[in-house]
C-alpha cells in the first residue's frame, strides 16, 4: 500500500478497491492487514471491526456519487437531455464499481449499509432526478402526451425491481448492464425525437466525456 494521504485514507482506499472486487466476507481483517501491509493493530486503530470499514466505504461511495451528480444537475451549461445522458452515465459508472461479489455481500451481511444505498437511492436520487423532469417538460423535452404523474413511479418502481441483489445475482448480468438498458428503454420512450436524437448522442461512449469526470 502507498500514496501520500492519511494512513488511513490510504487504507480505506486500498481496502476499497479489494473489497468491490472480492467482496468482504471471506475476508478477515487479519487477512485484510496483510494484504494491506500493515499490521492489524494499525488496522483496528482505524477500523475497529469489518462492519466499520464496510459503513465507511458505502459512506464514501455515496459521497462521491452525490458530489458528481450535483455538478451535472448544476451546470447551466447543460440543457435536459445532456444532463440526462451525463447523469445515466454517472449512474452506471458507479454501478460497474460493484461486483457481484460485493453486492451480494452487502446484502446478506451488511444490511446497514444496504439501508444507506436504498435510503440514497430512495432519497436523493429520487428528489434530483424529479427536478430535472420537471425542467425537462418546462422546456419541452419530454413528450407532452405523458402524464408525468406517471413516468417517475414508473421508472423508479422498475429500477428498485430489477437493481436488487437477488434480481441482479438471479439474471447473472452486472448491475450497469441492467441500468444502462433500462434507461435506454424508458428514455427512449418518453423523449420527444429531438430531445431522443440528443440524448442518444450524448450518452454514446465519448459523448459526456469530461462531464462526469473519470475514477480514481
Known amino acids: 500500500m502507498s500514496g501520500t494521504g492519511s494512513k488511513r485514507e490510504n487504507i480505506m482506499k486500498s481496502a476499497t478497491r479489494i473489497i468491490l472486487v472480492e467482496g468482504f466476507s471471506r475476508i478477515t481483517m487479519e487477512e485484510m492487514a496483510r494484504r494491506l501491509e500493515v499490521s492489524k493493530r494499525t488496522l483496528y486503530k482505524y477500523f475497529p471491526n469489518k462492519e466499520k470499514l464496510i459503513s465507511t466505504i458505502v459512506d464514501t461511495e455515496l459521497a462521491g456519487f452525490r458530489k458528481k451528480f450535483d455538478a451535472v444537475i448544476n451546470n447551466r451549461d447543460l440543457e435536459f437531455p445532456m444532463k440526462m445522458a451525463a447523469i445515466l452515465k454517472s449512474i452506471t459508472e458507479q454501478l460497474s ?3 457481484e461479489n460485493v453486492i451480494r455481500d452487502i446484502y446478506h451481511h451488511a444490511p446497514g449499509a444496504w439501508d444507506k444505498i436504498h435510503g440514497f437511492r430512495k432519497t436523493f436520487i429520487f428528489h434530483r432526478v424529479d427536478e430535472l423532469f420537471r425542467t425537462g417538460i418546462k422546456k419541452g423535452y419530454i413528450r407532452k402526451d405523458i402524464n ?4 417517475l413511479p414508473i421508472f423508479f418502481n422498475t429500477a428498485y425491481s430489477l437493481l436488487n441483489p437477488e434480481q441482479i445475482l438471479s439474471m447473472h448480468v452486472s448491475a450497469q448492464d441492467l441500468f444502462e ?3 435506454k428503454i424508458i428514455y427512449g420512450g418518453i423523449l420527444t425525437d429531438e430531445a431522443r436524437t440528443e440524448f442518444l448522442k450524448s450518452y454514446s461512449k465519448d459523448g459526456v466525456k469530461g ?3 473519470n475514477e480514481k
Open 148 to 151: 408525468f404523474k406517471i413516468v
Open 97 to 99: 464499481r460493484f461486483s
Open 211 to 213: 462531464v462526469i469526470g
Open 181 to 183: 438498458s433500462l434507461m
